[in-house]
């Protein structure tokens, strides 16, 4: 267990705002769009309670102000109320990710009572048969409307959270009716981004550009008549994008993630990029890590960037887009993100998407533990 020292790298790199603590890769849903790395840890290989609470420590020290509680399924961890109570009494706001299957109102009430205000649950489809098939599970539509009505009992917020691809994306409307009738305070329209098993499944995934346009009016159209009853934020779809996103608000900017082993990443799918090197905070301390890491370091700001990112009005708005995407793509995670317009892989990458959508989708490879798919 190692506890931060307050260090910084002199040259005033501001602290992250928000966490992703991948508690365990362990999870009863099998998802095949999961960020996921493709070779999942066993409960073996996760830090234990002391580590994790010392993290915490290190975190809220730094200034973090929020922690995303995550997986995997991170309610498989047998000591989460701790790790909830701990982070409440250190000011750090936490926010439960979870499939929500696996809880009871009794654990669901302690967890509340240790502390836990929000809670983000995600939804595979609003039609049960859909949601099963795409989780590889048994009723679990009903499970998370019964986690959905206790949360709301309890006086948690809540998140929708609406992985949204081909399969299911003509149920954009009936996702934002869903997150009416469940009482969430808010909706995330994740449209799938392609790395971990959703890169392995992007042929089964991947929806059509009308689809996508047709999706997008009526997230607009939700926007204008929800308006004052429920927050609506979009994950937009890359592959159909003229310029990229600002990933994670920038690379080592605003946000690190922990991953259920310990290493700490600049983005969740940083793993995706094999030329990186990732340190653990079993070895080092957090503030560290975050100032001086070869990973942080190697994408942050704008000196890394060549052409055509190098000389874009743009650079300092979407700071040279994904470099997962760019690695997965175009092979070279410093190249100009193929969302882009402006990339040299930029039409390839709009080619595959029409392409594969076009063609009929071909079967999952459900998220499996012990699977490492080639």
Same mark, same amino acid.
């Given at each position: 267990m190692v506890r931060g020292n307050g260090r910084s790298n002199g040259r005033g790199t501001p602290p992250p705002s928000g966490m992703l603590a991948e508690l365990t890769h362990r999870c009863p849903l099998q998802c095949p769009y999961c960020s996921n790395p493709l070779e999942l840890h066993k409960a073996a290989d996760e830090l234990d309670t002391a580590t994790w609470l010392s993290v915490f420590d290190q975190a809220a020290a730094m200034g973090v102000l929020q922690v995303h509680l995550s997986g995997g399924e991170p309610t498989l961890r047998e000591d989460l109320e701790e790790l909830v109570a701990h982070l409440g009494e250190r000011g750090v706001y936490a926010n439960l990710i979870t499939a929500g299957v696996t809880l009871d109102r009794a654990r669901l009430e302690r967890l509340a009572e240790a502390g836990?205000?929000?809670?983000?649950?995600?939804?595979?489809?609003?039609?049960?048969?859909?949601?099963? $098939?795409? !989780? /590889?599970? /048994? /009723?679990?539509?009903?499970?998370?409307?019964?986690?959905?009505?206790? &949360?709301?009992?309890?006086?948690?917020?809540?998140?929708?959270?609406?992985?949204?691809?081909?399969? /299911?994306?003509?149920e954009i409307g009936?996702?934002?009716?869903?997150?009416?009738? =469940? !009482? +969430?305070? $808010? =909706?995330?329209? &994740?449209?799938? @981004? *392609? *790395? !971990?098993? &959703?890169?392995?499944?992007?042929? &089964?995934?991947?929806?059509? +550009?009308?689809?996508? +346009?047709?999706? @997008?009016?009526?997230?607009?159209? +939700? $926007?204008?008549?929800?308006?004052? =009853?429920?927050?609506?934020?979009?994950?937009?779809p890359d592959y159909y994008a003229k310029y990229p996103k600002p990933c994670m608000c920038g690379w080592g900017r605003e946000f690190m993630a922990v991953t259920p082993t310990g290493l700490v990443l600049p983005c969740h799918a940083a793993q995706s990029i094999p030329t990186l090197t990732f340190d653990s905070v079993r070895e080092k301390p957090l503030d560290e890590i975050w100032a001086e890491g070869a990973a942080f370091e190697a994408f942050r700001g704008t000196d890394w960037m060549s052409e055509p990112c190098k000389s874009c009005p743009r650079k300092e708005i979407d700071f040279g887009g994904c470099r997962c995407q760019a690695y997965a793509l175009a092979g070279d995670a410093a190249a100009a993100d193929p969302a882009c317009s402006l990339s040299p892989h930029h039409a390839a990458m709009r080619a595959l998407a029409a392409g594969e959508s076009a063609a009929p989708p071909p079967d999952f490879v459900y998220r499996r533990i012990g699977l490492y798919p080639a």
């Amino acid at each position: 267990m190692v506890r931060g020292n307050g260090r910084s790298n002199g040259r005033g790199t501001p602290p992250p705002s928000g966490m992703l603590a991948e508690l365990t890769h362990r999870c009863p849903l099998q998802c095949p769009y999961c960020s996921n790395p493709l070779e999942l840890h066993k409960a073996a290989d996760e830090l234990d309670t002391a580590t994790w609470l010392s993290v915490f420590d290190q975190a809220a020290a730094m200034g973090v102000l929020q922690v995303h509680l995550s997986g995997g399924e991170p309610t498989l961890r047998e000591d989460l109320e701790e790790l909830v109570a701990h982070l409440g009494e250190r000011g750090v706001y936490a926010n439960l990710i979870t499939a929500g299957v696996t809880l009871d109102r009794a654990r669901l009430e302690r967890l509340a009572e240790a502390g836990l205000p929000h809670i983000q649950l995600s939804f595979q489809s609003t039609r049960p048969e859909r949601a099963d $098939r795409i !989780g /590889n599970a /048994n /009723n679990a539509l009903a499970k998370k409307l019964e986690t959905a009505k206790w &949360a709301r009992e309890l006086g948690l917020a809540i998140t929708l959270n609406a992985p949204i691809h081909r399969q /299911n994306i003509d149920e954009i409307g009936a996702f934002f009716d869903l997150a009416v009738e =469940i !009482g +969430a305070e $808010r =909706i995330e329209v &994740a449209h799938v @981004q *392609y *790395y !971990g098993w &959703a890169l392995k499944n992007r042929a &089964a995934l991947v929806p059509s +550009a009308e689809e996508t +346009a047709h999706a @997008q009016k009526v997230v607009d159209e +939700a $926007r204008s008549r929800l308006k004052g =009853i429920l927050n609506i934020d979009c994950v937009v779809p890359d592959y159909y994008a003229k310029y990229p996103k600002p990933c994670m608000c920038g690379w080592g900017r605003e946000f690190m993630a922990v991953t259920p082993t310990g290493l700490v990443l600049p983005c969740h799918a940083a793993q995706s990029i094999p030329t990186l090197t990732f340190d653990s905070v079993r070895e080092k301390p957090l503030d560290e890590i975050w100032a001086e890491g070869a990973a942080f370091e190697a994408f942050r700001g704008t000196d890394w960037m060549s052409e055509p990112c190098k000389s874009c009005p743009r650079k300092e708005i979407d700071f040279g887009g994904c470099r997962c995407q760019a690695y997965a793509l175009a092979g070279d995670a410093a190249a100009a993100d193929p969302a882009c317009s402006l990339s040299p892989h930029h039409a390839a990458m709009r080619a595959l998407a029409a392409g594969e959508s076009a063609a009929p989708p071909p079967d999952f490879v459900y998220r499996r533990i012990g699977l490492y798919p080639a």
